[in-house]
């Protein structure tokens, strides 16, 4: 069901795109591209969207926050300046890791339906030492972003909820990107 709306949404996006060469609500974009990469992760969707937005360059992180109030274009207040380019940025990192992770785990879950269909050719030795390098690949990318991650942003990381002293909208995504990147490890475990 996911596949049918999310084509939709892309053809609005991609026809927005070509006409104005610009998206004015970013933020939405953004969270097409989360419910997109959850649809991925969790084996209901290809991907589509989220490939198709990030191949294009269409969502830059001072994009995906909505304005502060209707006709005022500043996405952050005074006080979350100082966080929020490096958090959104971060945000953006981890949607691409999410997407390579799914797409990844929809390969190995369609190789592995076909084993069951055709086990002969699956259960060659070349096989089962391919499919395991590509998922040692894919749990070696998950360890280097995270420790990428930890040396940029120290301040953002850790396994506890983020620190009360940030603005609530940057502890917010601090906290969500946290997650999913902890998920995104135990998937690709």
Known sequence: MWQSHSRTLLKIISDRWKENRTEPHGFLVLVICVIDTYAL??????????????????LA??????PLAPGHPQPYFDNELPYFPGVLELNLLVI??????????????AEDSQRRVNP???????????????????QNLCRTWASEWQARYPQYWSRQPAPKILPNRVRG?????????????FIAD
């Not at 992180?61 to 909505?66: I, S, V």
């Not at 691409?96 to 879950?109: H, I």
């Not at 699956?122 to 590509?134: F, I, L, N, P, V």
């Open 96 to 109: 691409r890791l999410a997407t390579e992770v799914g797409r990844t785990a929809r390969t190995l879950r």
């Open 41 to 58: 992760l969790s084996g209901s969707g290809d991907g589509a969207f989220v490939d198709f937005i990030m191949k294009n360059d269409m």
């Open 120 to 138: 002969v050719v699956t259960d060659s030795d070349e096989y089962k030492a391919g499919r395991q390098t590509r998922v040692r690949e894919l």
């Open 61 to 66: 992180p001072q994009d995906c926050l909505p």
């Open 173 to 185: 995504i601090c906290d969500h990107v946290r997650v999913q990147v902890h998920r995104e490890k």
